[in-house]
Each structure stands twice: as C-alpha cells, then as structure tokens.
C-alpha cells in the first residue's frame, strides 16, 4: 500500500453512466489485477475504492459508473486534476491454479479488474474465455478493449438487446471451465457459484471506511470467521465463502 | 518540540496526538503509510474476552459532517490480541499503547483488563462503557452512575495501571457519570465516544446503520 498524488490523464465517457480515467502517477505499489485504489475526492469525507483496469508503469486505468455525489464528481474532474490516491489496496486474483481455459466473468463495471487479469492470463500462453453481463445494448463497454488483446468477449445482456440474451451464469455451462473469476454484484457472484462445479476466485465490491484493514467496517462472514473485504480480500475463493441467507 | 510533551495519567509522551479506538486497529495498518511512531500513543480496536464476529454489513455510512458506523466490535478476543496483534505491533511500535476493552459484565471487564495489564506494552487501560453499537452491555454500563462506578471498581481491583473510562454523549449529565468514576477508582475520563445518529432519506426513509456518528 502506498499513499501517493496522482494527474488525471484521461477522463472521458464510455456510456452514459460510465466514464474511463487514467491517473498519472508512481504506480509500483499496485502489483496484482484485482487490487483496488482509494481515491479522495474533494469534499467528501470517505475515500471511493475502484478496482484497477489496467496499469503500466507511469500510470494505471479505472472504469467508474455514476451512481451517486462521488463519482458523478469524479467524472467532472479534467486531466490535469491532482488527486491523492491510495495504491496498492487488497489481494488481487491469483493467476497460478488457473488451468488452461480460465472463465472471466463480469457484470457492468466489475468488468474492470478482469480486463488486467485477461491480459495477465494471455501472456503466460493461457486461452481465458471472457463474458460480459450488461442491463441493454446502451450500457455495453469496454467490447473493443478486449478483442484488441485478442480476447473477444461473450456479451450477454437482460433485455437481448446486444449479444445474447440473458445471464452470464448461462455462458459456465458452455465452456469447459478449469477455474472462473468473477467481479459484480453479490447476487451474480452468488449465481455463479452455484451455476458451477469449477473452483472460482470472486472479488467483491462492499461499502468501505478506511479501505486498508484498519476500521472493521467491510467485514464478510467466510468459513475462517468474519474477513475484511478491503485487506484479506476483495478476491475471495469460492469455497471460503459463507452467504447470508 | 518539547513543548509538545504531555503526561498522560504519570506516562509522558512526546506529543498529545492519540488516535481513537475502532479507527486504527492494531497499529499495523497505519505503519504502512507512516511511522506510527510520530503519534503520541493510540488506543487499539475495543478488546472483549471472547472474539466477536461484529453486525452484519452495512457498517459505514457516510455523511456531511463525517459518518456513521455500526461495526459492533468485530475483535479477536482478548487471547487472541496478546498472542497475535500484540508481538506484530511491538515491531513497529515502541511506545505505550492505549488498550481499550469492552464487555458484557464487570467480571468480564476485569477479566480482560487484567490480561491486557500485565502486557509490558500496554500503559493505559481505555474502559469503552459508551459504545452503541453492541445490545449488550456497552453503552448501557455508561448511562448510569452505579453501573459505571460498578465497571470502575472492577477493573482498579485488577490492575495499578492507570484507568481512563471512555464515556458516552448519549446521556443526560455526563458529569454524573464521570464524578462516579472517578470515585470508584478511575484516573481519567475519554471523551467521547460516538453519538447517537441516523441518516435520512429525504423521501423519509431510514438509510443506512443508525448508529454512531464519528468525525465531528
Ligand atoms: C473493492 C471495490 C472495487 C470497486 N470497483 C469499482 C469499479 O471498478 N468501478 C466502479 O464504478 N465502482 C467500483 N466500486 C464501487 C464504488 O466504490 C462506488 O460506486 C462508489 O464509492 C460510489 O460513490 P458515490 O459517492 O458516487 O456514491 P454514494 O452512494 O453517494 O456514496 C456514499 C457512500 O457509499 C459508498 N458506496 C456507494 N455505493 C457503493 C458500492 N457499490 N460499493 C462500495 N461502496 C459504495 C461510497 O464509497 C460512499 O462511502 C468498487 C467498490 C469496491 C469496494
Ligand atoms: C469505525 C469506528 C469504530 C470505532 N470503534 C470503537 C471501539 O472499538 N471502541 C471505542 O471505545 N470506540 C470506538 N469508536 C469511537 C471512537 O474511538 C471515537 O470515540 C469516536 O469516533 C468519537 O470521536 P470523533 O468524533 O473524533 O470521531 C469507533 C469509531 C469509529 C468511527
Ligand atoms: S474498510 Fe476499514 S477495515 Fe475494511
């Protein structure tokens, strides 16, 4: 973890809700897809944690949606915007157990970190599979972004109004999964676990204080007891996992 | 910068900057960012005798003026701290540390003030008679001078240590209660502890835990 000022390079809509933003700035301490950053926002008294989408060495990309004060803001700032950001936030993905065919399974923005973990699995020679979930064909992003690394994604959305129609779960039962990963909303981490019998690494996205293990204020119960999203997580294995009823 | 030195209940530290309990762990987190050396001491996460899982999610919501929180004392249990948290946080920490505990009854109190005493490293006991967050004890302890009294004297009996009791706002004379304490024993008082509050819709409807409100 490291607490460091960062440039807003970049700050420009990807749909209506969802902006891209590349910061500038000393990136070393974030070193595994799936970490998060905390940005402070001026006027706000919490940090908002976004998962990193993608980093090089001098700066690192993130996909934000407006869903309230914060990141309506964040989505005003223009480059050359300072911000403080804390980098480096929480476990990451573990690229090791992966197999040879590797589902990546996103909803809406928790597409970000698989987009750095696509490109992580596709230099060490694996063939991950990539699949998408969005509400309408409105909200689709980021499609381009993956074909160029030659990774075309599976888009599904609810209404079938791009890609196919329906769930993301659906796609698990086509592919002959050696391990998922998945970023999104509870519920779809939920249905994804119970869609498929393949081990899964899941990152979670839970309202946060502190954001580096200090406060208590992001627990999720786990087999192992009660586990800080922000510090043991975001990534968790899907058999350490207990769901509230 | 010695102007800056305070004695705190017969310890000196070098400045009066103490971080509060609940928002700094056990140390380490911070020492990642800084030297938590520069601090004058903090208070760690409220220790009880028995590890507590804490309330469902979620804890944190923010506001204007700062936020609230409902964490509910998730903690390893004072056994836990000593063998655990403590030896980490002698690392990175050289200084006296504020340990703050939390329990259901004045036995309980004792018993895990009389553990975290006897650590070399612990130079306060902080006594949290003021939290909201739990449904028992807590803050129920601190809003009655005879209860209040009670969880002091238990904890003297204990420990020559100094004994801060931690206060609740959520009562109607303070000074009640910190007059009981200091006549059952206790060194000095912490004040406060989290007030009372809850974050309204404006469509009417409760948002978010209505509990704690911190950072005033
Ligand atoms: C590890 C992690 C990774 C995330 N990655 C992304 C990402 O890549 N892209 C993205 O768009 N969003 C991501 N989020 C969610 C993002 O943090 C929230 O959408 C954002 O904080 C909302 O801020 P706000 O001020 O607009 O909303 P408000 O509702 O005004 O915020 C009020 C408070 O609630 C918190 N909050 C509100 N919604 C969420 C939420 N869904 N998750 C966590 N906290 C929330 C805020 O941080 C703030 O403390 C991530 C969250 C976490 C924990
Ligand atoms: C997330 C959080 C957790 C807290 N946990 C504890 C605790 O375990 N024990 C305790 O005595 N006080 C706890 N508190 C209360 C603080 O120590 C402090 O008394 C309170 O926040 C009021 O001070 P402030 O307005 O400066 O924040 C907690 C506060 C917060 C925000
Ligand atoms: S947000 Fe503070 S411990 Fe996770």
């Given at each position: 973890m490291d607490c460091k000022e960062f440039t807003i390079a970049e700050n420009r809509p990807l749909t209506e809700k969802v902006h891209y933003l590349r910061l500038a700035g000393d990136t070393a301490a974030i070193t595994m897809p799936g970490q998060f950053v905390s940005l402070s926002l001026p006027g706000f008294f919490l940090r908002r944690p976004f998962s990193v989408c993608d980093r090089d060495a001098g700066s690192f990309s993130l996909l934000v949606e407006r869903v309230g004060d914060g990141t309506a803001l964040l989505h005003t700032l223009p480059a050359g915007t300072n911000v403080s950001v804390l980098t480096g936030l929480g476990n990451g993905f573990t690229c090791e157990q992966s197999g040879d065919q590797p589902v990546l399974i996103g909803g809406g923005t928790g597409l970000s970190p698989l987009f750095w973990l696509a490109r992580e699995l596709a230099a060490q020679g694996k063939r991950p599979v990539v699949v998408l979930g969005f509400r309408t064909a409105a909200d689709v992003f980021f499609e381009e972004e993956f074909c160029a690394l030659g990774i075309c994604p599976v888009l599904f959305t609810e209404d079938g109004s791009a890609g196919r129609k329906g769930l993301v779960t659906e796609a698990l039962r086509e592919y002959d999964c050696s391990m998922f990963y998945a970023c999104g909303r509870e519920g779809m981490l939920r249905a994804v676990c119970e869609a498929t019998h393949a081990p899964g690494e899941l990152a979670f996205d839970v309202r946060m204080g502190c954001g580096f293990g200090a406060c208590m204020g992001c627990s999720r119960p786990t087999v192992s007891g009660m586990k800080r999203v922000c510090k043991d997580g975001p990534v968790f294995r899907k058999e350490e996992l207990l769901w509230n009823a | 910068m010695e102007r800056l030195n305070v004695n705190l209940c017969g310890i000196e530290l070098d400045n009066p900057v103490l971080a509060a309990s609940g928002t700094f762990g056990y140390g380490l987190e911070f020492a990642g960012i800084y030297d938590i050396n520069l601090l004058g001491s903090f208070s760690f996460k409220g220790t009880t005798p028995e590890a507590r899982p804490g309330n469902p999610l979620p804890r944190i919501a923010e506001c204007p003026s700062g936020m609230l929180n409902a964490v509910g004392l998730q903690n390893p249990g004072v056994d836990a701290v000593i063998r655990d948290e403590l030896p980490r946080l002698r690392e990175v920490f050289h200084k006296p540390v504020m340990a703050n505990i939390a329990a259901r009854s004045p036995l309980e109190y004792a018993e895990a003030a009389e553990k975290l005493a006897q650590q070399e490293q612990v130079g306060w006991l902080e006594v949290n008679i003021s939290c909201p967050n739990v449904r028992c004890g807590g803050m129920s302890f601190g809003a009655d001078p005879k209860a209040a009294a009670e969880v002091t004297r238990a904890v003297r009996a204990v420990t020559k240590k100094p004994v801060i009791m931690k206060l609740s706002p959520?009562?109607?004379?303070?000074a009640e209660i910190a007059r009981a304490c200091e006549d059952a024993g206790a060194d000095g008082v912490s004040l406060i502890n989290t007030l009372l509050g809850m974050r309204i819709d404006l469509n009417g409807l409760p948002r978010g835990p209505a509990h704690g409100l911190a950072g005033l």
């Open positions: - | 959520n009562v109607t004379d303070i």
